[in-house]
Each structure stands twice: as structure tokens, then as C-alpha cells.
């Protein structure tokens, strides 16, 4: 018996049956990797369609611009001559080969989607190629010319500089116009621009939502403490009754809650008449407390502090009491015993239940647009506002792509400061 | 000591009594004075009253009836960062978030010590429990036995007087265990410290103690020395509780020259010490340790009563021989002799004769 | 290889079975979309219960979701999977359905019933058919109510009262978006009447209507329910506020508050089906069977005994009865009726439909500042 394995020629280890180690190792190792794969298979699978195509699908939307060049293919390629600069309308050479594009857009029944694309750009270009359809389908192409007065007649939208130059902006297959609108800039006659003050809305609603989501994530923090200290530190049968009050949001609807809000908050509501009566407020100075930023606070903070008290309760419990009393028999009074030694290991459970309610609060739609006001709204009213209701899909996933980037970027800032294994869930 | 009018203690429990629900007393009508230095364990089984003492003493627990002294003082109503005590707890609680100097820091701080004070005081503490390299680690990165002295560190950093130690072994491995048996009382000896040590382990009770308390039921049952706790119990339990024991029940048939002769249930007589028992006609239980059991005849008192026994089971344990026996009805009787050169090893199924010196045959209460 | 060969004949036998049935054969369920509540339940009541009692095995289930119709019938269609038959949308959300090839063309002739005289449905509905995919339904109209006990002496009879917080102090409740509120404010600023859109479409318009709305936004409560002003109006959250007609008659006939309804300066709108494009031909059928059940003359006057909405025909005018619950005479609740239709508004869709996005930033940025 020797202990030293055989090798071959080039003083590979060999196994007993004489292939070499490291490839038996790799075969036997090989197989437990492929049945791992095949017991994650269905949650990858599950990950990839429902997770991550959705997110590449709305990266892939705030830069696609496809419909027009691939419906306006003639028009788009020989309108690159053109110099929207020159004061003089495109050519008679892009009015035909735009009369041809449109006569087949019309067939195919797209002209009016791409009216739409437009419109989102130059308001009155929608109803421009909605009412060019009626007409043009009928024309002869290409003998009853020239294009350029038969369009004019049909429409003086067609005889305007800003109309042709809006579909020479956009006639690239992909566009950065989504994004430079989610940051209140637009593409101008010489690149990108600032937009007129009267519709610059986004950058504000950015920093409102991450101004209000930390104040939502602070109250949700001050507020759940104490809660989660006493539920961690009650026998766990009392402990379990009263974790089932705070998930009692859960558990209700929304519509209910909203009624509860404005029952309990608005100007003839029950805090203000409660504060009128004991004289605390006069009768004509109510507090505003709903239709404004402190009502969504207030709202949100309550449907989501229980993701606040969930982790902080787990973490806590795992914190034996006997930290407090070693602090205390070491000479600590009771404030520097929590201060010291019990808050610093419940920082996991403040990290954890920190990032859950700021991350859901940015998300937020349906609450701050209930009782927000107009103060009160986040930037996610406005993207659902393009999805549900204007169908500018390509400006809401600019919106979205911004927000999960701001959302990366917090996440990185905090895995900096505090670290990210710094954070526990129980 | 001399400064105490209190006859030298520096802790006391006058007639202390604790319930947590007003209806069951957990510690029932305690007194116990300790004198400077001594190391004191309160030993017993779980629920016997003994980590509630300890509690009591370091204020995590209110007495609900009595007085608790410290240096003749009352300390009922001193919260407990106010006592100057050192605990050592049972899983150590060192702080997780801090490095182990940071814990060794945390009461020197919380006592507004300077720095440099702080500093040479750590490293001091850290150098007497041997763990000089370690003041950069955190807890979790050491060993059991390591945190174990890091903990003890942190009762004695702050120069406390008295220290607690609940059951602070417990969670070591045996070998460890013995190690740091020593090691506590060596230290404990060196600072000149007041220890009270609460286990339920008998063994590390006896190694380390001046003096142990045997806990039952809410009372003190036995207050001894190691020796006198394992040779002289006063009464049934502390025999049962401290050691290996042999007991048969009998009456006492009568009581002279200070011998008391008892009429095994099982048959048989046997002379016994009188230790509960006064009278003839008492129940009682006799309890003989088994290395006190003779069966060579030889070495005993020609006149002293034998018991006929048979050989059972015989067990090398190395150092030690173990011969289970059938002794008066009852077959759990155990007999221990020394592994010598001249050591008769006992056949099973063989008949042999016991018997013993009166003295090591206690009979107590029933 | 072969799964893909099996795949596409399993498809290719049932298109061929698809075309197979479509000889008469209808599908028997049918999902339709509407707004949920009593509207929804109006519809229920007065077209799909009749038409199961003639078409014994047809079944009907409603998914209340107009409000997000136009996104998910968008999504639907890029999964290729549709799963209505019908949808309730509004006018507007017709036109953009239409524009963006989610809905389909209908011929009114063809696919829906003359009236009881033979009038062709495309004449008894006349202009309300604003989109080529559009089926009108109901005439409904957005305007405002106040409470009568905290207006003071003299009621309001003019829209613009809603401006005037002088004579009408307390908080006043709005839809928060420009559509509406952008034409009232210019009327109120005293832009004629016809001239409102031609003042709309330019810049400075905008502007104006905002300047407008902007002297009374500290006093606005915006809604963007339309249970809201009825319910500020019931807590006295507000003195006065716009929502639908149909809310106003709930809140004032069948809740008893004290709460009165201007007629002045209604704006009407169009509340009407439309059917998904790319139905299958036994799905189609169905749905078409139904809506020309659905939108006949007599059934149109029916619903008017549920809520307070018109009817879209003309010939349905005549018929409308009384409240099918409390018994009231509805024609003077309706909208279009004469009397209430003195000063009234159509909704301008076509504008709407090039103006609402850029107005609405407008709008929103104006709301935020």
C-alpha cells in the first residue's frame, strides 16, 4: 500500500481506474451540478419571465422608435437631405415617396398609430394623419402629383415646417427623445433643450418621491420601533395576537382604508372636530390633513409601517435579553444599556425593513393619488398616468428605467455607508 | 471585615422569599451570609431557587419578601447598574457589535474613565485570563473557551468585589470545562475576590467551593464545605445529589454507643451513624458511598454486621472497578474498588459478603 | 422539429375548425367590460338579463375594468391573447383604441339595428358615432352641484359661480385633469362659446385657461374618483363641485342630501361599446349578435330606468319611463333633455385627441407648482 496516487506520463493524478483525477472529479462533480440546475430550473425560468424579461422589455421600450421608420421607410430616407434649418418645406421628392409610404401605412391600418407616435410630440399631428387616411387611400399613385399641393390642400398641417421636422427627429429606429421628456428636456431644432417652464414636471415629481418615500421610511421607523420592542419582549402568545393588529392594514381594502382616511383626516373629519372641541385648533383654521403631502405621509406610513415592525420584530428576537442586563450589570444606566448594546443589533432588522418600505413607497400610485392632493403625488402616478391613460408606453418606461436606476443607486449608496450584509430579515 | 457589624458578611440574604405569581414561593425563607473572599456556589437542580438568588443579588429580580445586603448595606432598591457587581451569564452575552476590547471598554466608559486609564486596564484584564492577542477580535470569531474568559474579563475589569456567575461552563466541552475550573478559582484567589457561582453540576461545585449551598425546593438544604457536603450529607437528598450513593430503607431497631443497628426492608441488619434518626422504631434511609463498601472480610470489625450480596455485573472502567450487586431485594447496588495489583475482580454470579464501617453508613431521614 | 410540426397542425386544424363554425356557430360566453357599480348594473339589467332569457345557454361575465381598458386591451394585443369580447369605454378612449388598431371597425348599417320607424342606425345615431369603432350608448354629462345650505341667500345658476369665491367662500372640488375645467375656465374668462377650442389650441390659450383656474386653486379639491364629489359634498368637505350627471340624481333623489345640480354649461360626453380587434369568428358572432340586441332603440330607453344617463339614439328619446326603484319620471333627469339642454357643451374629441397630452403636461405641471 502506498499513499501516493499514480500518475501518468504527464504527472497527472490518476484515479484508480487510471483516468486522471481532476476529470473523474469534473464527471462526478458535473452530475451534482446539472441536478442542482434542474431543481432551480423552474424558479429560474419563473425569475427570467415574469422578472427580468419584463425589465429588458421596458429598458428595450424607452430607446425603440421602429414604427415610423419601418412605415415611413421612402419618406425617412430621403427626408435626411432635408434641412429642417432652411425655412422651405421638404422637397416634392419626400411628399411622393411620403404619398406612397402613407398609402400603404393606411392599408395596413397604422397610419393612425403613427399619428399618435407624432402626436406625442407636436400636439395635432394625431387627427393630421387620422383625416389624411379618409383621402389618400383614394389617390392614384404615383400620377395624380405633385404631392406637395395635394397635401397642402388636404391639410395645412402638411404645408408646416415644425410637422415635417418632428418626423425627421423621429425617424430613427431608436430615440433618447423618452428619456431627455422624463427630465424635462425635449429635442429641439439643435439638439437637446430645456422644455418650456410651464411643462417642466418630472425632475420635480424625482425629488418629491424620494424626499416623501424618507419621510415615510423615518415615520415608519420612529413609529415601528417601539412597536416591534414590545411585541419582541411580550410572552409570544400576546406577542402573536397583537402582530395580527399590525397586519390589519393587510388586510382590509383599499377603498375601505381611503374612506377611513378622510373620515378620520378632512377638514369636518374627526381629528379636526377632535382639536376644535378641546380648542387646541380654531373653528376656522382646520389643519389641512388630507388632499396634500402630510396626507400621503400619513397614509402611506400607515400601510406600510408593518414592513417596518415585520423585520425590526424578527431581528429583535433574536436579541436575548440578557445583552441588556450584562449591559446593566457592567454599569450601564438603562439608556446607554439600549443605546449601546440592544440598538446597534437591531440596525439589521431598521436596515432590512428600511429598504422594503422606501423601496415600496417609490413605487407607490394608488394611495398618494387617493389622498395626495396634487402636492402629494409620486412620479409613479405620472407613469401610470402613460400607461394606463395616454399609452405613451415609451415615455413611462423612460420614467420607470430612471426610477430603477435612482432606486440602484440608493441601494449602492447604502450597501456603501452601512453594507448590505449589514441587513437581516430575521 | 472588622469594619462589618454584620459578623463579617459581606453578602447576606435575611429571610428572603420570592414569588412570581403570589401563590408559589420559588425561594422559600432564605438566610445565607458570606464573608469577604469566599467563593460560595449554590448548587442544585434546575427550579430548585438558586439562579433566582443569584438574580435577586444582582437586582435583575426583586426580592418579595426579606432583606438582601451587600457590605451591610440593603440593596433591594439599587437598580442594578448601581452595585458595583460583576456577572458572568450563562452564554456569556459579550456584545456582538463590538470588538472584545470594546466589551472589555463598555464598563470603564459607561464609568467615565479616560482613555488611557481604560486602555492599560483592558489590556491588563486581557493579559490575566491569557488572551493578550485577542483585544481586535470580535466575539464570534473566537472559541467557546476564549469567550468564556473574555466574559470573566469583563466581571473583573471594573475592579467589582463580588461576582456572579450563573452556570458560566455550562456550554464547554469536558475537557474545557476542567481547564477553566481551575483557572476561575485561580483567578478568583489571586484578586482576593467574593465569588457566588451558581451550577448544577456537583462536580465543578466541589472542585471550586469553599463553600457550597445545596439547593431544593426553594431552600437551602445543606451549607458545607466540599469535604464534609460529600461525607457528612445531613439528610437524604444532598446524599443523593452530591456523588454516587447506595440507599436502602429500613427501620431503626434500636440506637446505642452512638451506632444506630437498622432492620433493612429487604433483610438483613446493618449498623449505620445516626444522623436523622433518634429513636428506635423511626423510618429510615440508609445511604453508604460505593467506595466505602468492603467485601473483604478481613478489613473489617469482626463483630460488624455483613450483608449477603451477589455478583451482578462486573465493569472495568480503567482506574476503577464497578460491581453492580444484589443487595437486600434491591439489584442496583453499586460497589467501586481501585484498580491495584492486588484488586480481586468480583465474578458475576458469585456470592460474596459486604460490610462497612458504621461511620461510612449514614442513616437519614426517610 | 417534430413538436413544432404537431404545433402548427394542431393550429392549422383549429383555424380550419375556427372557419368551420364560423357558419352560424356562436360562441355561448361572453366577458364584458365595464365600470362596475350601478352603471354596470344598468347594463346588466337592461340588456344582457333579456338577451339570456331569449338565448337560453348564453352566458355573460363582466370584468370591471374601463378605467384601464385602453392599456390592457393594448397589452392584450401584444400578447396576442384578447380575452374580451366587448368593451365599455368613453368616447375618447374610443378614438385612441381605434387610432391605435385595438379596436374594431363597425358599420353602423350593418352591424346595428334600424329603429322601430326604419330609420338607419347611422342616422338615428347621427354624430355621436365619433370614431369608426365606436358604438355609442349613453349621453352623460359633466357638470356641477353645490349644497344648498352653504351657497347663502342666492343659489348659483351660472358655472362660473364655481370662480367666484367671494360670493361662494368654502372649498370647490374639480376632475384633476384639464379636460372640462380648461373650457370652463375660458368661458368664465369670457371666451365665446364657439370660440373656445380655436383659443385652446394656441399656447397663449393654455395659458389663459390656467391663469384662470389658478385664482381659485388654493380652494380646489381635486378628484379623480367619481364617487369623490358626492361624497365631499355629502361631508361638507366642499360647497360646491363638478361629477357625471348619474351622481348628482343618486346623491340628490335617491340619498335626499341637500345638494342641487346646475345644468348650465353641461359638458356631455359619450359613454359606448367598442369590440376588440382580432376577436375569433365564433367569439365575433356572439358579440355581434348581442350588441345589435344590445343597442337597439328599445333597449337603449331601458337603461334609462336604472340611471340618469340618455339615451344614444334618437328614437330612443320618446320611450324613456320612470325610475324602475323610485318611480320618478325620468326624462327630466336626463342630460339631453330640453330643458336642461340650453347651454350645453360637446365634448371636443378630436381636439381632445391631439391636446390631451400636451395640455395634460401642461396641466399637471401647473397642479405641481
Redesign the interface.
Known amino acids: 500500500m502506498t499513499s501516493v496516487p499514480d500518475t501518468d506520463a504527464a504527472g497527472r493524478v490518476l484515479s484508480a481506474d487510471g483516468t486522471p483525477l481532476k476529470q473523474s472529479l469534473n464527471r462526478a462533480l458535473r452530475r451534482q451540478k446539472l441536478r442542482a440546475l434542474a431543481l432551480i430550473a423552474p424558479l429560474l425560468i419563473f425569475v427570467l419571465v415574469s422578472f427580468v424579461a419584463p425589465i429588458l422589455d421596458m429598458l428595450f421600450r424607452s430607446v425603440e422608435n421602429q414604427l415610423i421608420s419601418d412605415n415611413l421607410p421612402q419618406t425617412v430616407v430621403i427626408l435626411e437631405d432635408w434641412d429642417p434649418n432652411s425655412g422651405e418645406l421638404p422637397s416634392e421628392a419626400v411628399f411622393e415617396a411620403f404619398a406612397g409610404d402613407l398609402q400603404i401605412a393606411i392599408s395596413k391600418k397604422v397610419h393612425t398609430r403613427i399619428g399618435s407616435r407624432l402626436n406625442y410630440e407636436k400636439p395635432g399631428i394625431s387627427s393630421l394623419f387620422r383625416k389624411a387616411g379618409r383621402q389618400v387611400k383614394k389617390w392614384d399613385i404615383p400620377n395624380d402629383g405633385p404631392y406637395k399641393e395635394k397635401f397642402a390642400d388636404l391639410n395645412k398641417g402638411f404645408a408646416d415646417i415644425e410637422v415635417w421636422r418632428t418626423i425627421k427627429t423621429y425617424s430613427g429606429a431608436y430615440t433618447n427623445g423618452y428619456f431627455l421628456n422624463s427630465i424635462d428636456m425635449q429635442k429641439g431644432a439643435d439638439g437637446a433643450e430645456a422644455r418650456p417652464e410651464n411643462e417642466q414636471i418630472y425632475i420635480t415629481l424625482f425629488i418629491r418621491t424620494l424626499i416623501m418615500s424618507l419621510a415615510i421610511t423615518s415615520l415608519c421607523i420612529l413609529l415601528g420601533y417601539p412597536v416591534a420592542w414590545i411585541l419582541a419582549n411580550l410572552p409570544s402568545r400576546t406577542a402573536n395576537l397583537l402582530m395580527i393588529l399590525v397586519l390589519l392594514p393587510f388586510w382590509t381594502s383599499l377603498l375601505v382604508r381611503t374612506s377611513a382616511w378622510k373620515v378620520m383626516l378632512q377638514d369636518q373629519g374627526v381629528v379636526n372636530e377632535v382639536l376644535v372641541w378641546i380648542g387646541l385648533v380654531a373653528d376656522d383654521s382646520r389643519l389641512a390633513l388630507i388632499n396634500n403631502q402630510t396626507g400621503t405621509i400619513i397614509a402611506m406610513t400607515h400601510i406600510l409601517l408593518p414592513f417596518m415592525i415585520l423585520p425590526l420584530y424578527s431581528v429583535m428576537q433574536t436579541i436575548s435579553p440578557t445583552y441588556l442586563r450584562a449591559a446593566k450589570s457592567l454599569g450601564a444606566t438603562d439608556w446607554t444599556a439600549f443605546w449601546r448594546v440592544y440598538f446597534p443589533q437591531s440596525i439589521p432588522g431598521i436596515g432590512a425593513g428600511s429598504i422594503l418600505v422606501f423601496i415600496l413607497s417609490i413605487g407607490y400610485y394608488i394611495t398618494p393619488e387617493l389622498v395626495g392632493g396634487t402636492k402629494g403625488v409620486f412620479i409613479s402616478n405620472r407613469i401610470a398616468f402613460h400607461i394606463l391613460s395616454s399609452l405613451n408606453w415609451g415615455l413611462a418606461a423612460a420614467l420607470g428605467t430612471i426610477l430603477l436606476v435612482v432606486v440602484m443607486a440608493l441601494y449602492w449608496a447604502y450597501d456603501k455607508i452601512v453594507g448590505i450584509d449589514n441587513v437581516k430579515l430575521g | 471585615m472588622a469594619d462589618s457589624d454584620q459578623g463579617g458578611a459581606f453578602v447576606e440574604f435575611d429571610r428572603v422569599q420570592k414569588s412570581y405569581d403570589g401563590e408559589n414561593l420559588v425561594v422559600k425563607d432564605l438566610n445565607l451570609s458570606l464573608p469577604k473572599g469566599e467563593f460560595l456556589t449554590m448548587l442544585g437542580p434546575s427550579g430548585s431557587g438558586k439562579t433566582t438568588c443569584l438574580m435577586m443579588l444582582a437586582g435583575f429580580e426583586t426580592a418579595t419578601n426579606g432583606d438582601i445586603r451587600l457590605d451591610g448595606q440593603p440593596i433591594n432598591n439599587i437598580p442594578p447598574h448601581k452595585r458595583g457587581i460583576g456577572m458572568v451569564f450563562q452564554n456569556y452575552a459579550l456584545f456582538p457589535h463590538m470588538t472584545v476590547a470594546e466589551n472589555l471598554s463598555f464598563p470603564l466608559e459607561v464609568r467615565k474613565m479616560g482613555k488611557s486609564e481604560r486602555e492599560a486596564k483592558v489590556k491588563h484584564v486581557l493579559e490575566l485570563v491569557q488572551m493578550g492577542e485577542f483585544g481586535g477580535r470580535r466575539p464570534s470569531q473566537l472559541s467557546g473557551g476564549q469567550q468564556q474568559r473574555i466574559a470573566l474579563a469583563r466581571a473583573l475589569v471594573f475592579e467589582a468585589e463580588l461576582v456572579l456567575m450563573d452556570e458560566p461552563l455550562g456550554a464547554l466541552d469536558k475537557q474545557l470545562r476542567e481547564t477553566m475550573q481551575f483557572e476561575i478559582k485561580r483567578i478568583a484567589d489571586d484578586l482576593g475576590i467574593t465569588v457566588v457561582y451558581v451550577t448544577h453540576d456537583q462536580t465543578e461545585a466541589l472542585t471550586m467551593s469553599d463553600r457550597v449551598a445545596v439547593f431544593e425546593d426553594g431552600r437551602i438544604q445543606q451549607l458545607a464545605p466540599p469535604d464534609e457536603l460529600y461525607e457528612s450529607p445531613q439528610n437524604s437528598f444532598v446524599a443523593q445529589f452530591i456523588g454516587e450513593n447506595n440507599t436502602l430503607e429500613g427501620t431503626v431497631k434500636e440506637i446505642k454507643n452512638g451506632i444506630a443497628l437498622v432492620q433493612l426492608d429487604g433483610g438483613g441488619l446493618i449498623d449505620c451513624k445516626p444522623v436523622n434518626v433518634t429513636k428506635a422504631g423511626e423510618r429510615t434511609r440508609v445511604s453508604i458511598r460505593p467506595e466505602r463498601v468492603e467485601f473483604d472480610k478481613t478489613r473489617l470489625h469482626a463483630d460488624a454486621h455483613t450483608l449477603k450480596a451477589e455478583v451482578l455485573e462486573f465493569i472495568y472502567m480503567g482506574d476503577i472497578f464497578r460491581t453492580r450487586l444484589r443487595v437486600a431485594g434491591q439489584d442496583d447496588f453499586i460497589i467501586k474498588s481501585r484498580n491495584a495489583p492486588d484488586q480481586v475482580r468480583l465474578e458475576p454470579g458469585s456470592e460474596i459478603e459486604i460490610g462497612w464501617l458504621a461511620e461510612d453508613c449514614r442513616a437519614l431521614d426517610a | 422539429m417534430t413538436f413544432t410540426r404537431t404545433l402548427l397542425a394542431t393550429s392549422a386544424l383549429v383555424a380550419v375548425g375556427g372557419t368551420a363554425f364560423a357558419d352560424g356557430h356562436m360562441a355561448s360566453d361572453m366577458t364584458l367590460v365595464s365600470w362596475g357599480g350601478a352603471y354596470q348594473n344598468s347594463q346588466q339589467k337592461a340588456y344582457v338579463e333579456p338577451y339570456i332569457a331569449m338565448n337560453e345557454g348564453v352566458t355573460a361575465v363582466w370584468d370591471e375594468s374601463s378605467?384601464?381598458a385602453?392599456?390592457k386591451l393594448?397589452a392584450m394585443n401584444e400578447a396576442g391573447n384578447i380575452t374580451w369580447d366587448l368593451v365599455d369605454v368613453v368616447a375618447a378612449d374610443a378614438i385612441?383604441l381605434?387610432?391605435?388598431?385595438l379596436a374594431m371597425e363597425i358599420n353602423p348599417d350593418e352591424d346595428l339595428a334600424d329603429a322601430p320607424d326604419g330609420t338607419k342606425a347611422s342616422v338615428d345615431f347621427g354624430d355621436l358615432i365619433v370614431s369608426d369603432c365606436f358604438i355609442p350608448q349613453i349621453v352623460y354629462s359633466t357638470t356641477m352641484g353645490y349644497r344648498t345650505d352653504l351657497v347663502g341667500d342666492t343659489a348659483p345658476t351660472s358655472v362660473c359661480a364655481v370662480f367666484d369665491t367671494e360670493a361662494y367662500p368654502g372649498?370647490r372640488s374639480l376632475e384633476?385633469r384639464p379636460i372640462n375645467n380648461m373650457e370652463w375656465a375660458l368661458i368664465c374668462d369670457g371666451v365665446a362659446k364657439d370660440d373656445v377650442y380655436s383659443v385652446l389650441e394656441t399656447a397663449e390659450g393654455q395659458?389663459r385657461a390656467?391663469a384662470k383656474l389658478d385664482t381659485i386653486k388654493d380652494d380646489v379639491?381635486?378628484w379623480?374618483?367619481g364617487a369623490d364629489t358626492p361624497?365631499l359634498l355629502a361631508?361638507?368637505?366642499v360647497v360646491m363641485g363638478s361629477t357625471y350627471n348619474g351622481r348628482f340624481f343618486s346623491l340628490i333623489e335617491e340619498q335626499k342630501q341637500p345638494v342641487a345640480m346646475l345644468w348650465d354649461a353641461q359638458v356631455f360626453d359619450l359613454d359606448g361599446w367598442i369590440i376588440p380587434a382580432g376577436l375569433p369568428a365564433d367569439r365575433l358572432a356572439r358579440v355581434k349578435d348581442f350588441v345589435k340586441f344590445a343597442t337597439d332603440t328599445q333597449r337603449l330607453a331601458d337603461q334609462s330606468k336604472y340611471i340618469s344617463y340618455g339615451p344614444a339614439r334618437l328614437s330612443s328619446a320618446p320611450l324613456v319611463g320612470k325610475h324602475a326603484d323610485l318611480g320618478i319620471d325620468m326624462a327630466p333627469h336626463m342630460p339631453t333633455d330640453p330643458a336642461n339642454a340650453t347651454n350645453t357643451f360637446l365634448y371636443n374629441y378630436?381636439f381632445w385627441?391631439?391636446?390631451?397630452?400636451?395640455?395634460?403636461?401642461?396641466f399637471?405641471?401647473?397642479?405641481?407648482k
Open positions: 378605467a384601464e385602453v392599456a393594448r385612441r381605434c387610432d391605435e388598431g372649498k384633476k395659458e390656467l379639491i381635486w379623480s374618483a361624497q361631508d361638507g368637505e378630436e385627441a391631439d391636446y390631451r397630452d400636451d395640455i395634460d403636461a401642461k399637471q405641471a401647473w397642479l405641481a
